[in-house]
Each structure stands twice: as structure tokens, then as C-alpha cells.
């Protein structure tokens, strides 16, 4: 919790060293903004979301924070309103009005981030210290009040759009229907949890036409009878694959595990552990990225942004494949078939395992970023430390994708062709998303 807390005071130290007419220089620079996307990323953990809802707080607060950009640098950034699915249109700066747009896009990002699906207040106390340090390091009463009321602008547009997405209806929708149909999914140990998100592939995409726009081959028919067949070769490959896992296959997949809500059980004692979601460390990886190649604030936003919009995309295009198959777990199978007393590395999501979401999202996340950043950043992934996991490093976005499709086979918690399936719709979705939003001219 003390690494939480001292990571939100960065941004606050870098506000109080200023001089009252640096505040131009404080309120628009980069590490300011991702300290505040870490700081929603926090929230989001807090709150127990599910990988797919949280992927949609960081796209629309991402979103609101780049409209805000793009409203006050024209000349550089295109607006994505004619672009993104609903998005007819969004505020505009008031003629004559003084705003300092970086400041605008963080609280236009905090507001969004908060009411989109939060309690509110979640980001008050940050918000409210960014504000006091913003008037501490010099901003003008006028500037102020002008940024205040653009980013509300913006946030009733984003919010009004996001209202349209279907998210709502999907709250009242049918639970998965268990069945004992055998390879169907079902829910597995220790949480025994219901299937999570049925409905989302009905939630509105932003760059695709929907979640069935790529048609995603079936995966290998069920049968743990005939040893020659492709399922009963995937059943002994992953089963294998964990009876002798390495000690760098198993930092492998704790590495990229990323599981928001793992339930542990000592005895009689159970505790939930939490940590970002596949999303989140994406997020978290955009903010490395960006400090790695030393972007201004702006570039900064547009890479969050269009990384956030393809894990957004990409989780609703895994979402239809998965609960159009509904296939079992390694888990449930070895458990029935081969052994009962088999455990994967990982603890097993509740949710079916055809296709893997988080190899789709890795997949279209580096797309995006190698769009933003260039191919061939090397960095260091320290997103994990915080958790106690040591740091793992990659000579590109790419590379931390195709790793993070294997760590998935490593857990014992995917199939090795789902990984390798699901990676390649996953660069399909990014891909789309690269090609189709303009951003900066």
C-alpha cells in the first residue's frame, strides 16, 4: 500500500517544486498524466472490477482526456468524433475562454474515470490535491475556472456517448446457463464464481463494426478419447507443460497472472488478493513507453488513448468468441479425465477458455503502442514490483504481446492453440484500430 501512495505523491512533489510561473511547465508534463492514469488504475483495483469493465474506464476517460488535447492543439490533433462508434460530436472551448488544456485533459480524465462506472467521490481527494497544487505553483483564478469548465464540458459529451454502449442493459441481462454438457464450461475451484459478462459482446465497439467482425475459427472439437485427436493432444501439452514448469516459465506467467480478485485458501482462512488487470498493466506499460521515449505530454495522452481504445475492442471481440463456444478449462478437463488432484499454476478466471483474452488484448495493446512509439522500444516492465513480482524486460511491444500469449499456457490456465489463436485476432483488432483513427496530423 505505501508503494500506492508514495507512486500519487510523485505528481504532488513535482507540483510543489515549481515556481507560481511554472505552472504551465507543472500541469503539462507527462509523468503528470500518467501518474494520474496509475492513479485510476489504483481505484479500479479497489473497487473489484473485472478485467472487461475496467477496460472500459481507462477508453473513455482516456478518450475524454484526448478530445480535450485535441480541442486545444487543432493544428496537431484530430478529433476522434465522426470516428469512434456514437461519437457524433463533443464540447468545444468557449470563444475567449483562458484554459490550460493539459490541466483540462487530467480532470476531463479523473471525471470521466470516476462517474463512468465508480462510486462517487472516488477520485475527489486526488483531484481536489491537484487542484490546490495547480493554484500553489501560480495558475490564475481565470485560467483555472476556464479549465475547470471545459473538462466538465467534455466530461457531460464522453459521458452522454458512453451512456449509449449497451452497459446498462447488460446489468439486467440472464446469467450463463450451467450445463453438463461434456467440454462445456463450467465454474472451477477455489471460488467456484459465476461466468463473468456473458453479454459483452453486445457492448458497442468503438473502432470495429462490432464484436463479430472478425469470424474466429472453432476451436478443436472436444475428446479425450482418441490420443491422436488435436484436444487430446492440447490436454497432455498443458498438463505436461505443469508437471515440469521451470522456474522461469513459472515468473512468467505470475508475471503477466494479472488476476484483479485471486481468491486464497489457507485452511479456514480465505483472503482476496488483488492486483491490476490485463488492462491495467497495459495501461501501466503505456506510461513506460512513453517516459522510455521521453514523449510530451501530448504524444503521452494519444498513446494511452489508442492503446486504451484497442483493449477495449479487443476484449469485446474475445468476449463473443468465448460465450459463442463456451469451451471448459484445462482445469475442468484434467480434473475429470486424467487427474483429480491437477492444479494449475494460476488460478483458473471465471470465465470460458476459447478464446484467451488476455493474449487478444496483449496483442492489439502492442499494435497500438508500436503505432504511438515506434517498433523496437526496449524497456523494462516494472509494473509488477508493487506486487511483490520482480521486473521482466522486452526489446518491443511486440515481444511482450507474444510473451504474454505463452505465460497463459505456463499458468495451466489456456490451451497453447487458444494463446496462439487468440494473439493473431488480437493483432487483427489492433491493426484496425491503427488503421482506421486518425489522431495526429
Request: proline share 5%.
Amino acid at each position: 500500500m505505501k508503494k500506492l501512495i508514495s507512486f500519487s505523491i510523485v505528481a504532488f512533489s513535482i507540483l510543489s517544486s515549481c515556481k507560481k510561473k511554472d505552472y504551465e511547465t507543472v500541469t503539462g508534463h507527462p509523468a503528470l498524466y500518467s501518474n494520474t492514469v496509475h492513479e485510476l488504475n489504483r481505484v479500479v483495483m479497489g473497487n473489484n472490477f473485472s478485467p472487461v469493465v475496467a477496460s472500459r474506464n481507462y477508453a473513455y476517460a482516456n478518450v475524454a482526456a484526448y478530445e480535450v488535447i485535441a480541442a486545444g492543439y487543432p493544428e496537431h490533433y484530430q478529433s476522434l468524433s465522426g470516428q469512434l462508434n456514437g461519437l457524433s460530436a463533443v464540447a468545444k472551448p468557449a470563444p475567449g475562454a483562458k484554459i490550460d488544456f493539459h490541466f483540462a485533459a487530467i480532470l476531463a480524465f479523473c471525471k470521466v474515470g470516476e462517474a463512468v462506472t465508480f462510486p462517487a467521490g472516488s477520485m475527489k481527494q486526488y483531484v481536489d490535491d491537484l487542484k490546490q497544487k495547480a493554484i500553489n505553483s501560480g495558475m490564475p483564478d481565470d485560467v483555472l475556472k476556464g479549465s475547470e469548465e471545459f473538462a466538465g464540458a467534455m466530461f457531460k459529451s464522453i459521458m452522454a456517448w458512453s451512456k449509449s454502449d449497451n452497459y446498462a442493459k447488460t446489468r439486467s441481462e440472464s446469467k450463463y446457463a450451467i450445463s453438463d454438457e461434456e467440454g462445456r464450461w463450467v465454474p472451477t475451484p477455489p471460488m467456484y464464481a459465476e461466468a463473468v459478462e456473458p453479454h459483452w459482446a453486445e457492448i458497442r465497439t468503438m473502432v470495429m463494426k462490432d464484436g463479430n467482425q472478425y469470424s474466429v475459427v472453432p476451436p478443436p472439437v472436444f475428446n479425450v478419447k482418441d490420443k491422436n485427436s488435436k484436444y487430446y493432444q492440447e490436454v497432455i501439452a498443458i498438463k505436461n507443460r505443469r508437471d515440469s514448469l521451470t522456474d522461469e516459465q513459472a515468473h512468467t506467467a505470475d508475471f503477466w497472472d494479472d488476476n484483479p480478485n485471486k481468491l486464497n485458501v489457507a485452511g479456514h482462512l480465505m483472503f482476496i488478493k488483488k492486483k491490476f488487470s490485463p488492462a491495467g498493466h497495459w495501461m501501466s506499460i503505456a506510461g513506460i513507453g512513453a517516459r522510455q521515449t521521453k514523449a510530451d505530454f501530448n504524444t503521452t495522452v494519444c498513446g494511452y488513448t489508442k492503446t486504451a481504445i484497442a483493449l477495449f475492442d479487443a476484449f469485446i471481440e474475445c468476449w463473443a468468441a468465448k460465450y459463442k463456444y463456451n469451451t471448459a478449462r484445462p482445469e475442468t478437463i484434467i480434473d475429470k479425465y486424467f487427474d483429480a488432484a491437477w492444479r494449475p499454476h494460476l488460478q483458473t478466471p471465471p470465465f470460458p477458455e476459447y478464446t484467451c483474452g488476455h493474449c487478444t488484448i496483449s496483442a492489439s495493446a502492442a499494435k497500438a503502442l508500436t503505432s504511438v512509439f515506434g517498433d523496437n522500444v526496449a524497456y523494462t516492465d516494472t509494473s509488477e514490483l508493487e506486487f511483490g513480482i520482480k521486473s521482466r524486460s522486452f526489446k518491443s511491444f511486440n515481444e511482450a504481446a507474444a510473451e504474454t500469449a505463452m505465460s497463459r499456457f505456463y499458468g495451466g490456465i489456456h490451451f497453447h492453440n487458444s494463446c496462439i489463436v487468440s494473439s493473431g485476432y488480437g493483432q487483427k483488432v489492433g491493426d484496425e484500430v491503427v488503421k482506421k483513427l486518425v489522431m495526429k496530423k
